[in-house]
């Protein structure tokens, strides 16, 4: 009896449970608590045959958050400050900065003629000459170097009319790009300048004599670093301007042929030079050996006697 009274209990719980899940499926889709869309695509349909898509629910519409007003201002002036300073270095500078500079070897017939010319064609060009050096060979034959310094868009030309003085023997030309460097000098002397007005603006505010003396110490160094950027950017623009050519003029060495009499008596010179100027170095080094030798030969020959008469006449 017993065995059967648990079969029946067990069989009525299952009986009250699918009778409160069919209760449970039969009620409307609002009185039913949260569904699980992990599992199931749809909700349960009323007459068990499947899923039905859950509705649509309509998105929340977001709400922008303005910023604080203090920020935007901020932010702003810091934009159009980058702004101004990137335009004003890429719009004014863009153009490369180049200083060109060539050297030229050439073998002329007469001296003076043609460095009269390369006068006269620097000066047909606007340039001017920078540097100038000449002199005579042992063989009677003049050279000279000569350094000038002509317009960037003559420095083409100049070379040209130059090679016609005579025979080039060598030819060279470079470029060197700082353009870089001329903007990095450029934004370093905006940044001085504006740091140096606003030095002054602080020094109206100053209160007291310390205050001053600190203040003009400042000034004084910002100065300082304007004045060194600003001749650097000046020596570059003038290097960037005027090109660079250094000519070198000579006459050719005239062709002789000798029996060589002259070097023999040149190198038996040289010999002679050689063995007497030797000797008076071995002399240097012999002569404080020889007088103390000559000390120790005194004392031996001299005082070693005296000495040893006294004795035994004691």
């Not at 030309?157 to 790009?177: F, N, P, Q, R």
């Not at 740091?195 to 300082?224: F, G, H, P, Y």
């Not at 020889?290 to 004795?311: D, E, F, H, T, Y």
């Amino acid at each position: 009896m017993k065995k059967y009274s648990k079969v029946a209990v067990v069989v009525l719980l299952c009986i009250l449970a699918a009778s409160a899940g069919f209760m449970l499926a039969s009620l409307p889709p609002g009185s039913k608590g949260p569904t699980d869309y992990s599992q199931q695509k749809g909700y349960p349909t009323g007459g068990g045959g499947g899923f039905a898509l859950p509705p649509e629910l309509p998105m929340p519409t977001p709400v922008p958050r303005a910023a604080p007003e203090p920020v935007m201002p901020r932010y702003a002036e810091k934009t159009m400050s980058v702004g101004t300073h990137e335009s004003r270095y890429s719009d004014a500078d863009t153009e490369r900065k180049i200083i060109q500079r060539a050297s030229l070897s050439i073998e002329v017939e007469d001296f003076q003629s043609s460095s009269d010319a390369v006068i006269n064609i620097v000066e047909r060009y606007n340039g001017f000459i920078s540097d100038s050096h000449s002199y005579v060979t042992d063989t009677g034959r003049k050279r000279g170097d000569i350094i000038i310094r002509v317009p960037t868009d003559k420095f083409l030309v100049v070379i040209a009319e130059m090679e016609h003085l005579g025979t080039v023997k060598s030819k060279s030309t470079s470029g060197e790009d700082i353009t870089e460097e001329y903007i990095d000098l450029k934004a370093r002397l905006n940044n001085s300048e504006r740091q140096e007005q606003r030095l002054l603006e602080i020094m109206d505010m100053a209160n007291n004599t310390k205050e001053v003396l600190e203040v003009e110490r400042e000034i004084w160094r910002v100065r300082t670093e304007i004045e060194r950027l600003t001749g650097r950017i000046k020596y570059l623009e003038n290097r960037v301007e005027l090109a660079t050519i250094s000519v070198s003029l000579y006459e050719p060495e005239p062709i002789t042929h000798s029996w060589g009499i002259r070097d023999a008596i040149r190198s038996a010179f040289g010999g002679f030079v050689s063995v007497i100027r030797g000797l008076i170095i071995l002399v240097g080094y012999a002569l404080p050996i020889l007088i103390l030798v000559g000390l120790g030969w005194l004392v031996k020959s001299k005082l070693m006697p005296r000495l040893r008469r006294k004795n035994k006449s004691k």
